[in-house]
Structure formats: C-alpha cells, structure tokens
C-alpha cells in the first residue's frame, strides 16, 4: 500500500513563517513601488516641498549670513540645518499615513484583510514606504543645499544619520496615532495625514533652542523626541561636539512614543475589524 504520510509531490517545502511574513510584507510594498514606476507625477510630488522649503529658507539663510558676523554664519546653518531635519519627520509621518490612505481611497484595504495579512506586516511595509518616500523627497534637498548654499548637512558626522533615525521614528509614531483615528472616526480625520506635525513643530524647537519657550512649556517640548533631536544638532553645529545625552533622550522617548501608538492603533483596529470598518471605511 502507497506511503501517502510524506510530502505530496510538487508541494516542495514549506515556507518558513518568518519567510512567508517577509513575502506578505514585501508584497505590500511592491504594490507602490508600482504605483511611483507608472506614476512620474508620484514621485515629483515627494520631491517638491522638501526642495520648495529648502530654496526658500537657504535664500533666508544666505541673507542672515551674508551680514557677515561669525555669529550669523552659524546661526544660519543652524536654520538650514533645522528645515532639512525636520524634512525628516514630515516625510517620514506623511509617507506612513498616505501609505495607508491609498488602500482606502483605492477600497483595497478589506481585500488585503481577506488575505493571510497580519496587522503589524502591514505597519511593517508602511514602514519600509515611509522610508522611501522619505529618502525620495529628503535627499535631493539635501544635495541641492550643498550646491546652491554650500551647507553640507552630513558634514556633521555620523551623527547625522543618528538625526535622521530618531526623527524617522517620531513620524512612524505620529503616524500610527493618525491611523488609529481615521480607522476610527473615517474620512474625517484623514486631513490630520497633512497636518498634525506641524502643531508640533512649535514645541520641537526646530529653529531655536527650548530656553527660549516660557518655563511652564519647556518640559513639554522635552517630552518630543524631536526636541532633543534639534538641541543635539545645535550643539553639533555650534559648538562641534555630540549631545550623547540629548540624543539618548531622543531614542527612549521613540520608543515609548511608539509602544503608547502601537497599543492605540491595535485597539481601533480591532474595533474596526469586529464592526465591519475596514469594508466601509472612506465611503
């Protein structure tokens, strides 16, 4: 009698679960590949107010150096150096949540729910998205302010890239938190895609350090990994040398930035799954 307890002929072997999450995730994220390689507009688009900001604050910043005070000279780094960076974390929060945005606005995202799609290698991909899209619309600013003001951001060092990854992480915690509300209150909340960083941007002390905020509103600023991102680059830029401490802060506050964003996004996400949302949402 045949033997039928071995594997079936033509079946091969089975994928391993991490190997099989890493194609899941990675088919998600081919899908807008796709969309940025039959969509050139797409990608101009990611370019644009990166280099727009950019043109408009280095012709700011090559006046208030033009003054000629060594004082001046850096103060206006320090502005470039600020609107590059904080590039960083507008890009990186609204690739996530645009990201998310085209499942609904293309109704795809009860389909991808259909399939064996776990919630986090969803936020996975997203991730990986947000990445590109960042590097996409940063890096080009970024060249343009070495050739046109001869401000070289990565002429700081390593750090930099320290910089660019704890703002990365701030945008992915901002945006879980702004998926969590359009899953919950719909098409009503998906202009906060656009907006909610730049409420923040008054207590990251982007273009000038957290002493100058009145006392009461410093500790929330403090708060903001960005913050401590900023006053890092200061200290680098300014004074030549790294804030280890700031930027310690920085990453421990991602963290928990992320975990309290994580834990909200997962609840409303459930909440939107038992109540049929996820076929509804955006309609």
């Not at 606005?105 to 729910?113: A, C, D, E, I």
Request: hydrophobic fraction near 60%.
């Amino acid at each position: 009698m045949r033997d039928t307890t071995g594997p079936v002929p033509g079946q091969g072997r089975a994928r391993s679960p991490a190997l099989a999450s890493a194609r899941r995730v990675w088919g998600m994220v081919y899908r807008h590949l796709a969309l940025f390689r039959r969509s050139w507009p797409r990608v101009v688009e990611l370019m644009y107010w990166p280099v727009l900001q950019m043109i408009v604050w280095g012709f700011v910043t090559a006046y208030v150096a033009g003054m000629g005070q060594s004082t001046a000279t850096l103060a206006a780094g320090a502005l470039l150096g600020g609107v590059l960076l904080w590039e960083v974390a507008l890009r990186s929060q609204m690739g996530f949540a645009v990201s998310f945005l085209e499942e609904i606005w293309s109704r795809n995202l009860g389909h991808v729910f259909v399939s064996p799609l776990r919630p986090w290698e969803l936020v996975a991909a997203l991730v990986c998205l947000s990445a590109l899209r960042m590097l996409i619309g940063v890096m080009p600013a970024v060249l343009l302010a070495w050739l046109l003001y001869g401000f070289g951001l990565f002429a700081l060092g390593p750090v930099v890239v320290l910089f660019f990854a704890a703002l990365m992480m701030m945008g992915w915690a901002v945006a879980l938190g702004v998926t969590a509300l359009i899953l919950r209150h719909g098409a009503g909340a998906e202009s906060l895609a656009w907006s909610v960083l730049f409420g923040l941007a008054p207590i990251s002390a982007v273009f000038y350090p957290v002493s100058v905020l009145p006392s009461w509103l410093q500790p929330v600023a403090l708060a903001t990994p960005s913050a401590h991102v900023f006053e890092g680059m200061r200290a680098a830029l300014l004074e030549g040398r790294v804030d280890w401490g700031h930027l310690a802060w920085a990453f421990a506050l991602d963290l928990l930035w992320i975990a309290a964003m994580a834990w909200v996004f997962m609840g409303q996400f459930r909440r939107a799954r038992e109540g049929g949302a996820l076929l509804t949402i955006g309609e």
